[in-house]
């Protein structure tokens, strides 16, 4: 068996550092859909909105969106199956995911603006399957589709009806598995290896499909991609004695290992934010599975995450994260199957960050999704000449600011990114005071 292109292995994320350790994080039941007894999280968006499912049983599915509030459902793609559930949510709120049709075919669809639309009615007797796992902001979206009764292809799909199978070899099985805002698609593929073949993480930007991993006798898997082009999933490792799957990151070409977690033997990765922030799940000392977030190249086991008396006695997964680090997935409260949403709460106050700045109670002027309490100061308030100190030069730039009507943070005097007569007060009272 050869090996080739493992490349540099290593346990660090080789990522921005943009979050420096776990903040307090406050945990939400999302609850069930009206006569549901369970639920699941499997998606979230950049603003907070959440998908997933709703279910008594395997046939008894509903899909629902979170819009922050209460659970919407989705409906279906018709019949008396009700089979659904929502995988993928993009900035916008549109949703893709399976549902069942009226003939009891499971087909890949997309809610947008509160209706559901098939992505694909399928044009043989055989092909009869097709599942959307993933949509970016353009609308673009991907997941598989059967094309014969062996064959499930990685598919994609630029608006319901206008479907390109990426894949195209009879006898082969592949899997889209998630795309970001640039359109660049990654999944699993089977690539030649030696006189067979072997299951590869691919990437295609649109134009070719690039085997990510290059290795002959390792399998991978790519589950998501970010809008850095840093792909996690999980791949084969020799470690020690053996070969281990275990949670891994490519990122410039380069194949790393995120490690397993304390006595654990495999792990994976599920989903990526744009700061490089992993969820996923894997064994450790006494358990099987758990979930975990990977920050700063950190494996921290969900459950060490959750607050005093939460309630939630197990979380059986981690399906998403966005950018505000916001973990949904599911798991047990109070003896019942419910989907999470476990939030960063950096400011302490008992609500999730994400509400505390779309609330206006909490500001993040520079963007990064930390309510800017939390974070070092970015400036010196007053220092409107940006000169490090505050004195009488700053007052004519502080004034050109205002009038100007753009933000700099040095004369956003109270700290709520924009510039106004309040601002104008402070600033003369940081002035007054200034040594
Ligand atoms: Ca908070
Ligand atoms: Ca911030
Ligand atoms: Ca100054
Ligand atoms: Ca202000």
């Not at 279910?55 to 919407?72: G, K, Q, R, Y």
């Not at 509160?114 to 979206?141: C, E, H, Q």
């Not at 290795?215 to 084969?236: F, K, L, P």
């Not at 999470?340 to 008992?350: A, E, I, K, M, V």
């Amino acid at each position: 068996m050869k090996v080739l292109g493992i490349g540099a292995i290593c346990l660090t994320l080789a990522v921005a550092a943009a979050h420096a350790s776990d903040p307090p994080y406050v945990i939400e039941n999302l609850g069930t859909l009206p006569n549901k007894g369970l639920s699941g999280a499997k998606g979230i968006n950049s603003n907070g909105y959440v998908c997933g499912f709703s279910a008594n049983s395997p046939s008894d599915f509903a899909s629902f969106i979170w819009d922050m509030n209460t659970l919407v459902d989705l409906g279906s793609l018709g019949g008396t199956f009700t089979a659904a559930q929502g995988i993928g949510i993009n900035a916008a709120g549109e949703i893709v995911g399976i549902s069942k049709n009226a003939g009891g075919e499971n087909l890949a669809f997309r809610w947008s603006n509160g209706s559901m639309r098939s992505l694909y009615t399928p044009t043989t007797a055989l092909g009869k399957y097709s599942k959307g796992f993933d949509i970016n902001n353009a609308g673009v979206m991907v997941g598989v589709i059967q094309t014969t009764y062996f064959d499930i292809h990685a598919a994609m799909w630029t608006d319901p009806g206008t479907l390109i199978d990426l894949d195209g070899r009879i006898g082969y099985n592949s899997s889209a598995n998630a795309i970001n805002n640039s359109g660049t698609i990654v999944g699993s593929m089977k690539f030649v290896d030696g006189d067979s073949t072997i299951d590869h993480a691919f990437l295609y930007d649109g134009v070719t499909i690039t085997d990510l991993d290059g290795r002959s006798g390792y399998g991978s898997v790519a589950s998501d991609i970010n809008d850095s082009d840093q792909v996690v999933g999980n791949a084969q490792f020799f470690i020690g004695a053996g070969v281990q799957t275990r949670a891994a990151l490519w990122d410039g070409g380069v194949l790393y290992d995120l490690g397993v977690m304390p006595g654990g033997t495999q792990s994976q990765a599920i989903a990526i934010n744009n700061f490089g922030d992993v969820v996923g799940g894997g064994s450790k000392t006494g358990y099987a599975f758990r979930p975990f977030v990977i920050r700063d190249g950190v494996i921290t086991d969900l459950h060490d995450l959750l607050p005093v008396g939460s309630g939630w006695t197990v979380l059986y997964e981690a399906s998403d994260i966005n950018d505000a680090g916001q973990i949904v997935g599911r798991g047990i409260h109070s003896g019942v199957e419910r989907a999470f949403l476990l939030s960063p709460d950096c400011n302490s106050n008992g609500i999730s960050d994400m509400e505390d700045m779309l609330g206006g109670t909490s500001y993040d002027c520079n963007g990064d999704y930390v309510p800017d309490e939390c974070q070092p100061p970015a400036c010196i308030k007053g220092d409107a000449n940006e000169d490090g100190e505050v004195d009488a030069l700053d007052i004519a730039p502080f004034v050109q600011a205002v009038l100007n009507g753009g933000y700099t943070c040095e004369s956003d005097c109270i700290s709520d990114c924009t510039l106004d007569a309040d601002d104008a007060a402070e600033f003369v009272t940081i002035l007054l005071s200034a040594p």
